[in-house]
């Protein structure tokens, strides 16, 4: 895909079942990269295929909600007003999980596999950063994406909480069709399987 306006020019695949980790200087582009893949933003040409679908290409644009990609960004916003628990389970709907206590069910037991079922009734503001995080993680997964698309997912936690959520992060994304944004080494080394570095764009780009 190529987004001149951000200097970026990049082809990537990733295997099923896989995680492929982007590295690159700040700048480089990768943010930029994932943005297109969810369909927050529109690449200036090239294409991007989730299996048999096309995401985009010359012809085609599915918008973002309709992709079934789940990103969790760089700064990822849970609903102010909404519970942890209401969180998770608010993007059920769309996903097809039509009864209510089925979104409430699903919702508890990924809070519960991120190790924060007992706070599912506080609202964000109510969580420490790592609790928040591991909720909006819940929050990605819950809706069974075919796409995982994760922007620096450990990079704001305090230092104690990265090597926890680290681990859980390898545990529920075993199987799962992944990209991940990382700069540390220790997270590239617990969660990719194949690691890509998008290259610096030159200087005047
Ligand atoms: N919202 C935006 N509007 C315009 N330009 C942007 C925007 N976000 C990023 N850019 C520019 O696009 C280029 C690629 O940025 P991007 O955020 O994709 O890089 P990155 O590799 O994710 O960097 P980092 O490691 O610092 O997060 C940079 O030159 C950046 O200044």
């Known amino acids: 895909?190529?987004?001149?306006?951000?200097?970026?020019?990049?082809?990537?695949?990733?295997?099923?079942?896989?995680t492929l980790a982007l590295s690159g200087a700040n700048g480089a582009g990768k943010s930029?990269?994932?943005?297109?893949?969810?369909?927050?933003?529109?690449?200036?040409?090239?294409?991007?295929?989730l299996g048999e679908r096309a995401l985009?290409?010359?012809?085609?644009w599915i918008p973002a909600r309709r992709r079934n990609v789940g990103y969790l960004t760089q700064d990822p916003?849970?609903?102010?007003?909404?519970?942890?628990?209401?969180?998770?389970?608010?993007?059920?709907?769309?996903?097809?999980?039509?009864?209510?206590?089925?979104?409430?069910?699903?919702?508890?037991?990924?809070?519960?596999?991120?190790?924060?079922g007992h706070l599912a009734g506080r609202r964000p503001h109510q969580l420490s950063g790592g609790q928040a995080q591991r909720t909006a993680i819940a929050r990605v997964l819950a809706s069974e994406p075919d796409l995982v698309l994760l922007?620096?997912?450990?990079?704001?936690?305090?230092?104690?909480?990265?090597?926890q959520i680290r681990e859980l992060l390898a545990e529920v994304l075993t199987g799962r069709t992944?990209?991940?944004v990382s700069h540390q080494a220790a997270d590239l080394r617990a969660l990719a399987d194949v690691i890509t570095t998008i290259p610096a764009p030159p200087p005047s780009a």
């Open 77 to 116: 916003l849970l609903f102010p007003h909404l519970t942890a628990e209401a969180n998770v389970a608010f993007g059920l709907r769309r996903a097809g999980v039509v009864s209510r206590a089925q979104r409430r069910e699903v919702a508890r037991n990924w809070l519960d596999r991120l190790g924060v």
């Open 32 to 49: 930029t990269v994932l943005s297109a893949v969810a369909g927050w933003l529109r690449p200036e040409s090239g294409h991007a295929r």
């Open 56 to 60: 985009f290409d010359e012809h085609t």
């Open 1 to 18: 895909m190529v987004v001149p306006e951000r200097g970026v020019d990049v082809a990537l695949t990733v295997e099923p079942g896989q």
């Open 178 to 180: 992944t990209v991940l």
């Open 151 to 163: 922007d620096e997912p450990l990079a704001a936690l305090d230092a104690q909480a990265v090597p």
